[in-house]
C-alpha cells in the first residue's frame, strides 16, 4: 500500500529572481526530499511564489501565487503544515509591509489548525516594537522554530521566547551541491583567462553615494596592477545588481584590460545552481550578498565579505572571517591587500575552515530532519 502524500506549503522570498533565495528554496527542497525519503514518507511541496509558472518550470513542484489570497487559503487547507523560511523575512529594514505579510501567512494557517514550522531564518532588525508581541505570538504556536545565528535567537529571547524552543541552524544554503551531471545545467560561460586567477565578484547598491562601489572598482585594478586577474561580475539579484556589477564594470573595464586582466559579466545564471557553479570556477570571491559568501564557503572558495547589513557579520563570524570593511568606510587598498593574500594563501584559508564548513553543511538538514519527524509521528 502506497502512503498517501503529505503536502507541505513553502512561504518565502520566491519567484523575484534572487540567486540567493531561490538557492534557499533549491535547498530546503533538496533536504525535506532526502529526509523524507530516509523516514519513508512522501512530501509534496506547494511553494508561494510571486511567479508560479517561473517556480514550478525551475523546480518541477507545485506553486501558488503569495499575493492571491484564495490560492493560498486552499493550498494550506489542503496541506499537512507550513514551513516559513528561510532568509530575513521578519525584519522591517527593506519595508514596514514584509514582516506583517509573513506572520499573516502563517497566522492564517494557524487559524487553521496547521502546524507551522519556522525554517533556519534570519530574525531582524526589528526597529518598529509593535512587531514584537506579534512575532512572539506566531512563534509561541510553532510547532518547531530554527533560526541561523545567535543573534536571530537572542532577539526573540528578548521578545519574551524561551531560548529552550529555539534551534540555531546554519544557513539551508550551506548545504546546497553541485548536481552530479554538470550538463543539466548548461554550458558555463566563464570563458577561459588564460593562466589568469578569477575572482568572483558580487555587488548590490546600498551607498547613495557609491561610495562601496567605487572603493571596490579602484581596489581591483590596484589588485590587477600586481598580477593580471580575470574579474568575474556575478549579478545575484536581477536585475538591480545586473545595474550594480556594470556601474563598477564601467570603472574599471579599460584599465583592467591595460593591466593585462580582463572583465566578464555572468547574467543568465537564474537556476541557483548554475550561479553556485559560477562561484566554485572563482578562485577568490568579493561578495556584497549574503548568499554569495554562503556559496563560497560551501564550495570552499576563499572569501571576503564587505558588511553592509548584521547578517553578512554574523556569518562571516561563524566561518572564523571578518569583513574587509563596511560599505561607509570600504578602503581600495585593504580590497587590493585582501585579494592578494587570498590569492596567495588560499589552500591554507580552505584547510583552517574544512572540518567547520563541513560540519556546517551536514547540519543544515536538522530542520528539514525535524520536520518530517513531526509529520511522520502525526501521521
Known sequence: MVATAQKLVISGYYGFRNSGDEAVLQSILNALRKQSQAAGITIEPVVLSIDPEWTTSTYGVKSVHRMKLGEVRQAIAESAGLISGGGSLLQDVTSPKTIPYYLGVLKLAQWMGKPTFIYAQGIGPVNRKLFHPLIKSVFRKSAYVSVRDEQSRSLLESMGLSQNNIQVVPDPVMGLELPQRAESLGASTAGTAFGMKT??????????????LNAIAEGLLKACAQTPLHLRFLPFHHPIDNEASRYVMRKLEKEAASLGGSVSIREDALHPQQMLREVAECDVLIGMRLHSLIYAAGRRVPLMGVSYDPKIDHFLERIHCRP?????SLEADKVAAEVLLLLEQGEAWKQERESLIASLALEAEAPARRIVEYLRRKG
Open 199 to 212: 575572482v568572483g565578484i558580487s555587488v548590490r547598491f546600498w551607498e547613495e553615494s557609491r561610495h562601496e
Open 324 to 328: 574587509v570593511g563596511s560599505t561607509g
